[in-house]
């Protein structure tokens, strides 16, 4: 009698079998992808806003990458569809795209406004406010924007 090979699993299967920390891991890498996204969308809005247009190399210079990171992501973002691109065309946010950007950029100025009012110097809370918008939970956001509000700024 041949012998039979134990099907692999799939799906939820598969995902229930991992590593717990292949899980936490799997998180985290998607955490950093979305980061990536709200970083990008917010750029090419201030491009826009600023030059009337976003161009890879102007992408590249904002975030301080290369052109040929620039278009792996802006690839990557077109195909989650916040961004529409042409080779050898500007860049433009998607309406998705633009929620993205709208949401991030105000995350970032309540956290932003929030480490200000603490006493923080600006370039300080410039560079922490880059890092703490992606990780805030809303509930969190919301108690920087309440103190905000009773301090009257």
Known sequence: MP?????????EAR?????????????????????????YAEAIAELIADRGEARVVDLAARLGVTHVTVHRTVARLQKAGFVSSRPYRAIDLTRRGRALA????SRHETVLQFLLSLGI?????????????????PETLAAFASALKKSGL
């Open 3 to 11: 012998s039979r090979k134990k099907p692999r699993p799939t799906g």
């Open 15 to 39: 995902r229930k079998q991992r590593d717990p920390r292949a899980l936490s891991l799997v998180q985290t890498r998607r955490q950093h992808a979305r980061e990536i996204a709200e970083d």
């Open 121 to 137: 110097p600006e370039h300080v809370a410039n560079t922490d406010a880059e890092g703490i918008e992606h990780h805030v939970s």
């Open 102 to 105: 709208t949401t991030s950029r």
